[in-house]
C-alpha cells in the first residue's frame, strides 16, 4: 500500500504563491505517472498537471504559465509550485500517483487526503 501525504496548503491573497508537496511512502520512480488534481467546491475533480515517470509534463489550460511541478527523487516528493494565483484557484488540491503492475496487467491509483487552498480576491 502506498501513503500520499500533501502539505502546504492555506489562505493566500490573489497573485501571491504557494508550494504544495506531496510525500511518498516509497520511491516515486515506482510510478508511471503522478499528477495534482483539483476539486472545487460543487465541481468535480479534475487534473491541473502531470509528470510522467519519464519526465515529460502536462498542465490544464488554466495553470499553463503559473503552476509548475517537479520532482526530488531523493525525498520522494513530488511538488506543486502555483504562482499568481486566482481566487478561481480555490480548490482542495490532491496528489495522484500511478503504479504499472506488469504481474497483474493493470494500474493501480493511489490518492492523498488532499488539501485546501484559499485564494482571497
Known amino acids: 500500500q502506498v501513503q500520499l501525504v500533501e502539505s502546504g496548503g492555506g489562505l493566500v491573497q490573489a497573485g501571491g504563491s504557494l508550494r504544495l508537496s506531496c510525500a511518498a511512502s516509497?520511491?516515486?520512480?515506482?510510478?508511471?505517472?503522478m499528477a495534482w488534481y483539483r476539486q472545487a467546491p460543487g465541481k468535480q475533480r479534475e487534473l491541473v498537471i502531470v509528470?510522467?515517470?519519464?519526465?515529460?509534463?502536462n498542465y490544464a489550460d488554466s495553470v499553463k504559465g503559473r503552476f509548475a511541478i517537479s520532482r526530488d527523487i531523493a525525498k520522494n516528493t513530488v511538488y506543486l509550485q502555483m504562482n499568481s494565483l486566482k481566487p478561481e484557484d480555490t480548490a482542495v488540491y490532491y496528489c495522484n500517483a500511478v503504479e504499472r503492475s506488469v504481474v497483474a496487467g493493470r494500474d493501480y491509483l493511489y490518492w492523498g487526503q488532499g488539501t485546501q487552498v484559499t485564494v482571497s480576491s
Open positions: 516509497r520511491t516515486i520512480f515506482s510510478f508511471v505517472r
Open positions: 509528470v510522467t515517470s519519464a519526465g515529460s509534463t
